[in-house]
């Protein structure tokens, strides 16, 4: 004879599987965007190399929207160093918000481990 559903066991491992899905879906998105602000940042060092070699008087442009304006050659290269560095400290915040989610994930799953254990111990109990 089958055994009784418990219905709050079953109940937790539907929040689970929501809560994972859901949770996996965010930790995808954070990873497209860590992927992009790297991209983003590797285009910006390339760009702050290649300019490191120009001389002084160099004419230079930036581009603006779908403009470009003539700037400074020492402009744009505090432009590329500050525009690296909010890179680099967004791309830090979106992989600490993904460590969260991560051990979030991982918590959850071992409560829903630990909540079947002590089912199983009390249905053992229980039949002997």
């Known amino acids: 004879m089958a055994k009784p559903v418990d219905l709050e066991l079953r ?70 160093k500050e525009n690296l560095s909010l890179l680099s400290s967004r791309t830090a915040e979106l992989e600490e918000n993904k460590q969260y989610l991560e051990k979030n994930l991982k918590e959850s799953e071992d409560n829903i481990r630990e909540m079947v254990q002590q089912k199983k111990e009390q249905s053992e109990t229980k039949s002997t």
């Open 11 to 80: 109940k937790a491992f539907a929040e689970l599987q929501i809560k994972m899905v859901a949770t996996s879906k965010k930790i995808q998105i954070i990873d497209s965007h860590i992927g992009v602000l790297k991209r983003v940042a590797q285009h910006a060092e390339i760009t702050q190399r290649e300019m490191a070699h120009l001389p002084n008087g160099t004419k230079t442009y930036e581009s603006i929207g779908r403009m470009f304006l003539l700037t400074d050659l020492e402009d744009i290269k505090k432009n590329l």
